[in-house]
Structure formats: C-alpha cells, structure tokens
C-alpha cells in the first residue's frame, strides 16, 4: 500500500496536480519513496521548477540531502536549471552546498556551467566553495569563462575564485575564454591580474588561441598586457605565423607593431612568409616584407617564397618578392627555377615578370635535373609564351616597332659588308651585347637579308629516291597484310596495290606541279618543299641509325677575317 501511495504521490508531482497532492499527503507522510531512477518527489519538483510543491514537500518532511542513481541531488537539478526560488527554499533546509554528482560536479558548477547568475550568487553568499574541481580538475571559473558567462566570471573572482587555476591540461580561464573569443570575460580576466604568458593543453598560451580563431578584439585586448609575442605552440608556431596562415590581415598587423620576430620557423621548417604565401594572403605578404622578412629562406620543401608563390600562380604576390629582390635563379628539389615553373604552367605575366631584369635571361637556358630548360619547354608548345612577352616588349623583328628601333638598318649595313663579292666563305660573325639589347633579333634579320643577297631562299624540292620506294613499299605493304590476315588475302593484295598507285599519282603531281611556275599551282609547291624537308630529315635519322654520318662539304677555301 506504502508503494501504490508513494508511486501516486511521484504521478501528482510530475503532473503539478497540487490539490490531489496536499491531499494524499494528509493521508500518508512517506515522501521520500523513489521511482526507477532513485529521483525522490522533492528532486522531480526541484528540476520542475514549481515552488509550492517543493514548499508542500518539506513541509511534509521531504529529506532535502538524498540522492538519486546518479548522485544527484534536489540542489544541484534545482542550481542546473536556474530555478533561484527552489534553491533558496532548499537552502534554509541546511542542505549539502559541497555535494557532488557522479562526474564531481557540485550545485556551483553547474550554475556556473549553465550561466544561471542569480543562483550563482545565492550559492556563493550561503558559502558555497568557488575553487571546487570537477573532473579533469575544471574549476567553475574554468566552465564560466569557457562559455562566455562573463557576469559569472567576475562574480567568481569577487569572491576569491583563483584568477591563474588550470585544469588537468594546464589551461587557464584566461586561455579558455580568449579560445571563443569571450572579450568581457577576457577583459574581467585580464584585470584581475590573469598571466597572458601561461601555456594550457598544446602549449598555446590565451595569445595564440586568440589568434587562432580570429578575434581580433580578444588579441588587441591581450596585447596590452605586453605578452610575449614569441612564445610557440607544440607544433611550433607563434601567434604571428598562426596569423598569417589564416589570413587575419589586422591581426598580423598588430602583432608586428607589438615586435614579433618574423623570421622564426615552425618544426617543419616553414616560416611565416611561407605560410603567408602558400595561403595567398597578399597583404599581409605586404606587411611582412615591410618588416624585412627573409625572402630567400627555405621552407619543409626546400622551395623559397617566390618558387612557391609561382607554382600558386599569384602574380601579386611574385611581383611583390621581386620588388624586395627575390632571387629569381632559386631552384626546388628538381633543380626547377621560377621560370621552369612559370613556361611550363603557361603563364605568360608571370614568366614576364621574372624575366624583367635582363640578367634573368640566362635562366632561360638554365637545366633542371631533368635536363629541361625554360626555353625547351616553351619551344615544345605549340604557341610560344616568350615569342609573345617579347613581343610585348617590342623586341620582335616581324614588329613594325622592331624596325623603328633600326634593327633593319643594322641588319642591311651588315649583309652589304659581308656580301662584299672579295669576301670568301665560310664568314663567321659574332655579336656581343647585353641580354635584352635585341642581337638576337638582329641576328636574324641579318639571316634573313643574307638569304636575299645569295639567293638562297629557293627551297629543295620533292625528288624520287630509294628511300621513297622503300617507305611506300614498306606502308602498302603493311596495310595489304593488315587487310589480308583480318579480312580477305585477296582484297589484302588489292588494297595494297591500289593505295600504293595513289601514292605513286601524287608523288607525280607534286614532283612536275612543285615546278611549274605561277599561282595555281603554289599549293604543290609548298606541299613538294615540305615533303623534302621532312624526308631530309628521315633520311639523316636512318644515317645515324646505322652510324653512317652525312659527310661535310670539301673544304676549298679558306675564311678571311672582316676588316
């Protein structure tokens, strides 16, 4: 009967039915029976928050000290939940403030976690301890400051809360607070004389955490506590370098006009400039260089700044390390240089950017590992990068502008020189300049005006040849078999004849029409001078095949030097 009563006294009190309440307990006076949870009545009333059944509960003898499966108690439901009128009714009762829960957790804590003020100040004008630990060793202030409770945090410290308390890990209020950027409780931190310089979990310090998510107010805040700038997380990195991966442009510069040293590597070698480039941040690039950061130094990669900000293909940042003179001749682990990266990336401002000091020029004949020069690999494109920059440059001598810079004037005084008909060849000429002056431009228009004067811009032109037998022989051939083993024998041998007549008829139109004269037949004469050439160039392929070397031209005079 005991249990079926209690059991309806635990329905009433779940319900708020308060009249059936007080009247069951006229009847019965056990009020402390517990449910499947070990909650007693009181407990469900405290976490419910009504006053008058509390009132009704105790005054019927309610045991405010007991606990449930969990260690809880109606002090700490009530403190968690914020219900200030419950827990000033169990107060009176005399209950247990220092009482803990299963995770050692008091009724303190949990205001303080919760941000329930007023019951934090109730607890604390009855005696209740702010320098309590949990688990892990988390004090109150700990929980307040971490989840921005700032009106807690100053009341803790009123009230004799440590201002420098860690957890298990070593991490401040300070820390904790400045890790969400909470700038009041930094702030009532801060005044109370918290150490800005004190290392929690990971060695980050109330600086670094601050950085790190960016709150620009927090930091200022902090830096005016003259922290020191220089200190390092585990993975060794300053608030500076943390700032400048992110990209926390103010940040950066607050640090730097609070003295921070620029050029400190991480544990992975990488500095700050390095991180700043990898992540694109221009301006505070910009900044960095303001302060003299070292443009050559050698990240993890063993890539500087500028190889790296190359292959990201930021062209602000790469014209900002050249303005500080970067060294464009730096090279990776391929032995690449800028300019490799910039002509294989096909990035024509770029590689105009590196080459505008004409001393860069010679990198353009610069070997990687590989072998690879720039110039190599921009003549294996199809279109020319450096044709195109020089161009812009107006150095190019199919350019108007190229004659207007007297490059034919040259070129045709020269050619008339060496035309002289008392001249013997072979003539050999060297021409010495600077890079960027234009002599190689010059070189060919002098090419180019030699061709004119001996007239030798007469092309070779298709000729019959034992080699032509064979390649044709040797291609219908191939093709005959190919249809013979897939298809027929006979229609193999069909195939193979016919296409071999084909190619025999325009052989034969372009040996005759390559030398007839007029513009009707300018089609087989650029057809039968293309031919030559690249059968030219078979037939010396097949010399060094079989180590049988073209032979040179006898030499019959002899060269005169120009006077």
């Known amino acids: 009967m005991s249990v079926l009563i209690s059991q309806s006294v635990i329905n009433y009190v779940e319900e708020e039915n308060i009249p059936a309440l007080k009247a069951l307990l006229e009847k019965c006076k056990d009020v402390d029976e517990r449910n499947e949870c070990g909650q007693t009545p009181l407990m469900i009333a405290a976490q419910q928050g009504n006053l008058e059944i509390v009132k009704e509960l105790i005054k019927n003898g309610a045991n405010c000290n007991l606990e449930d499966l969990d260690n809880w108690t109606a002090l700490i439901s009530a403190s968690k939940e914020g219900h200030m009128h419950i827990v000033e009714e169990l107060l009176k009762c005399g209950v247990n403030l220092e009482h803990r829960d299963m995770g050692g957790w008091t009724a303190l804590m949990w205001a303080c976690y919760k941000g329930r003020t007023e019951v934090v100040e109730l607890l604390l004008s009855h005696g209740a301890?702010?320098?309590?630990?949990?688990?892990?060793?988390?004090?109150?202030?700990?929980?307040?400051?971490?989840?921005?409770?700032?009106?807690?945090?100053?009341?803790?410290?009123?009230?004799?809360?440590?201002?420098?308390?860690?957890?298990?890990?070593?991490?401040?209020?300070?820390?904790?607070?400045?890790?969400?950027?909470?700038?009041?409780?930094?702030k009532h931190l801060l005044a109370m004389g918290a150490d800005v310089d004190q290392e929690g979990a990971n060695s980050m310090t109330a600086l670094i955490v601050a950085v790190k998510g960016g709150y620009?107010?927090?930091?200022?805040?902090?830096?005016?506590?003259?922290?020191?700038?220089?200190?390092?997380?585990?993975?060794?990195?300053?608030?500076?370098?943390?700032?400048?991966?992110?990209?926390?442009?103010?940040?950066?510069?607050?640090?730097?006009?609070?003295?921070?040293?620029?050029?400190?590597?991480?544990?992975?070698?990488?500095?700050v400039l390095i991180g700043a480039v990898r992540g694109g941040h221009v301006e505070i690039v910009r900044a960095l260089l303001q302060k003299y950061a070292d443009i050559?130094?050698?990240?993890?990669?063993?890539?500087?700044?500028?190889?790296?900000?190359?292959?990201?293909?930021?062209?602000?940042?790469?014209?900002?390390?050249?303005?500080?003179?970067?060294?464009?001749?730096?090279v990776d682990k391929k032995g690449d240089t800028p300019l490799h990266i910039a002509i294989r990336g096909r990035s024509r401002r770029l590689a105009e950017l590196l080459l505008r000091n004409p001393k860069d020029g010679r990198l353009l004949y610069r070997p990687n590992k590989a072998g690879e020069t720039p110039y190599n690999i921009d003549c294996s494109h199809q279109k020319s990068i450096l044709t195109?920059?020089?161009?812009?440059?107006?150095?190019?001598?199919?350019?108007?502008?190229?004659?207007?810079?007297?490059?034919?004037?040259?070129?045709?005084?020269?050619?008339?020189?060496?035309?002289?008909?008392?001249?013997?060849?072979?003539?050999?000429?060297?021409?010495?300049?600077?890079?960027?002056?234009?002599?190689?431009?010059?070189?060919?228009?002098?090419?180019?005006?030699?061709?004119?004067?001996?007239?030798?811009?007469?092309?070779?032109?298709?000729?019959?040849?034992?080699?032509?037998?064979?390649?044709?022989?040797?291609?219908?051939?191939?093709?005959?078999?190919?249809?013979?083993?897939?298809?027929?024998?006979?229609?193999?041998?069909?195939?193979?004849?016919?296409?071999?007549?084909?190619?025999?008829?325009?052989?034969?139109?372009?040996?005759?029409?390559?030398?007839?004269?007029?513009?009707?037949?300018?089609?087989?004469?650029?057809?039968?001078?293309?031919?030559?050439?690249?059968?030219?160039?078979?037939?010396?392929?097949?010399?060094?095949?079989?180590?049988?070397?073209?032979?040179?031209p006898e030499q019959t005079t002899k060269a005169l030097p120009v006077r």
């Open 388 to 552: 195109q920059i020089f161009g812009a440059r107006h150095l190019s001598p199919t350019e108007t502008d190229g004659d207007m810079l007297g490059y034919d004037l040259y070129s045709s005084a020269l050619a008339d020189i060496l035309s002289e008909p008392t001249m013997q060849p072979p003539i050999c000429v060297g021409l010495y300049a600077q890079w960027g002056s234009g002599k190689s431009f010059l070189l060919k228009k002098l090419e180019d005006e030699m061709k004119t004067f001996a007239g030798q811009q007469i092309e070779p032109l298709f000729q019959f040849s034992w080699l032509i037998v064979f390649i044709t022989v040797l291609l219908c051939g191939s093709v005959g078999l190919l249809f013979a083993f897939t298809v027929d024998p006979n229609l193999g041998i069909a195939v193979s004849l016919s296409f071999l007549a084909l190619l025999y008829i325009f052989f034969i139109v372009i040996y005759f029409g390559g030398r007839r004269e007029g513009e009707r037949w300018n089609w087989a004469w650029v057809l039968s001078t293309r031919l030559a050439r690249h059968i030219g160039y078979l037939e010396l392929l097949f010399k060094l095949m079989f180590v049988n070397p073209p032979e040179l």
């Open 216 to 271: 620009t107010q927090s930091v200022k805040e902090i830096l005016k506590r003259n922290p020191n700038v220089n200190l390092t997380d585990k993975d060794g990195n300053t608030a500076l370098m943390i700032a400048s991966k992110e990209g926390h442009t103010e940040i950066v510069q607050d640090l730097l006009d609070a003295g921070t040293y620029v050029n400190i590597p991480d544990r992975s070698g990488d500095t």
């Open 296 to 330: 050559d130094i050698r990240g993890q990669d063993g890539e500087t700044p500028l190889i790296k900000a190359t292959k990201m293909r930021n062209i602000e940042v790469v014209e900002l390390l050249l303005d500080k003179g970067a060294k464009v001749s730096a």
């Open 129 to 186: 301890n702010p320098n309590v630990t949990g688990l892990y060793s988390v004090y109150p202030i700990i929980w307040a400051a971490g989840r921005g409770h700032a009106d807690i945090v100053h009341i803790l410290l009123q009230n004799g809360a440590k201002v420098n308390c860690s957890d298990k890990y070593g991490t401040t209020p300070l820390v904790w607070a400045a890790r969400k950027g909470h700038l009041e409780c930094v």
